[in-house]
């Protein structure tokens, strides 16, 4: 059987740049190479395109989660030209190349990344591709819209104000603690890794949070704080079949007081991580259930993890959902996903890997049966 030639592309211009080169260097770890030829590309902070010939030794500080960077040696500068018959045309340095590509495995976070923008340039090569499209991924970083659409499928959430920089001189602090009481979760309304996310519970703390959340994003949201359980469910699949992975609780440690970003990545102490969480059979369901319906209602496929929180009386509210999860050795998604259905961590990635080229090819058809109808 034919070795499949996959492209994996890492890193990018977000704030979650770091985490990606971390997940991108797992994947390649986990990858069978008797099944695939891989081709590694990196996109730097300043969105410059770069082939490292050498998939082992990319990244300096790789452990470090908090200083891991791309080497500035032993890699090309790319410019991605159009494909034709014999292959995925691009300038290696200055040397026009056709590598033949099946398939790409964006593993890349956050803005100009996850939101739509990395799957439109991917589709406007007519390459195959790992996780949601276009629509979805656009549609489930935008935190205020995945609430909307959650809301319209009969899932709760919590109450919430939203803001942008026309509407920033609004914030009135008085006005949003007689309306969501204190304290609020300040948050980027696109973004992931719990970055630029603050807990606010006076006025000084507030305005601070305001500030940050606006550095990284030209909308926020102010949420109520729920007072429960932090738990999180894997979804893999296409829309023809999905599944639902185990579902797995954070217990932040104390001194964070929620899931931020610092207790998610640079601190080995930061939280507890469960699996499975330890629910009654029928919550976990209710659960599994509840992820696969925010799945579908935001378009997607693929891929994504759905967090929730459940109060104590034992309501389910839907928080977020992260379309392009981190694959970081302590990365909820494929522990998840692995603990329910028994799946490796190299056969999960394979099964994403042929979930995109299935999508590919039924996409590729519908695509043939409108060209021949007109």
């Given amino acids: 059987m034919a070795k499949i030639n996959l492209a994996l592309i890492c890193g990018g211009k977000s704030a979650e740049h770091e985490v990606s080169l971390i997940s991108a260097k797992n994947v390649i770890v986990a990858l069978d190479f008797n099944k695939?030829?891989?081709?590694?590309?990196?996109?730097?902070k300043d969105g410059a395109f770069r082939f490292y010939a050498d998939k082992q030794n990319f990244l300096d500080n790789q452990d470090n989660p908090d200083i891991v960077s791309l080497k500035e040696s032993g890699f090309s500068e790319v410019a991605w030209l159009s494909a034709d018959q014999r292959g995925q045309a691009m300038l290696l340095g200055d040397k026009e190349q056709f590598l033949q590509l099946?398939?790409?495995?964006?593993?890349?976070?956050?803005?100009?990344?996850?939101?739509?923008?990395?799957?439109?340039?991917?589709?406007?090569?007519d390459l195959p591709y790992v996780g949601p499209d276009v629509l979805a991924s656009a549609i489930s970083m935008d935190k205020e819209i995945t609430k909307k659409l959650s809301v319209a499928a009969g899932v709760k959430i919590s109450r919430y104000l939203s803001f942008d920089t026309n509407t920033k001189e609004k914030i009135n602090f008085q006005e949003i603690k007689s309306a969501l009481s204190m304290p609020v979760f300040i948050k980027p309304a696109n973004a992931g890794s719990s970055v630029g996310i603050s807990k606010a519970?006076?006025?000084?703390?507030?305005?601070?949070?305001?500030?940050?959340?606006?550095?990284?994003?030209?909308?926020?949201?102010?949420?109520?704080?729920?007072?429960?359980?932090?738990l999180e469910c894997s979804v893999l699949g296409n829309r023809e079949k999905l599944i639902a992975g185990e579902v797995g609780e954070i217990i932040p440690s104390a001194k964070h007081g929620f899931y931020s970003y610092e207790a998610k990545y640079l601190d080995e102490s930061g939280a507890a991580l469960l699996i499975p969480a330890p629910l009654a059979p029928a919550k976990k369901k209710e659960i599994q259930e509840l992820s696969k319906k925010i799945f579908a209602a935001c378009q997607c496929e693929g891929m994504a993890r759905v967090d929730f929180f459940m109060t104590k009386n034992g309501e389910v509210v839907f928080n977020e959902i992260n379309t392009i999860p981190g694959f970081t050795k302590?990365?909820?998604?494929?522990?998840?996903?692995?603990?329910?259905?028994?799946?490796?961590?190299?056969?999960?990635?394979?099964?994403?890997?042929?979930?995109?080229?299935?999508r590919y090819s039924r996409n590729s058809k519908i695509l043939f049966v409108k060209k021949m109808v007109k």
């Fill in 330 to 358: 302590i990365s909820m998604y494929p522990k998840l996903m692995m603990s329910e259905t028994g799946m490796t961590y190299g056969e999960l990635i394979d099964e994403l890997i042929n979930l995109a080229i299935k």
């Fill in 201 to 230: 519970d006076d006025e000084k703390s507030f305005m601070v949070a305001i500030d940050q959340a606006f550095h990284f994003d030209h909308k926020i949201l102010i949420e109520e704080a729920i007072v429960g359980r932090e």
């Fill in 36 to 44: 695939y030829n891989l081709f590694l590309f990196a996109v730097t």
């Fill in 102 to 125: 099946d398939v790409v495995f964006p593993i890349m976070h956050g803005s100009f990344a996850e939101d739509g923008k990395m799957q439109g340039f991917l589709e406007m090569l």
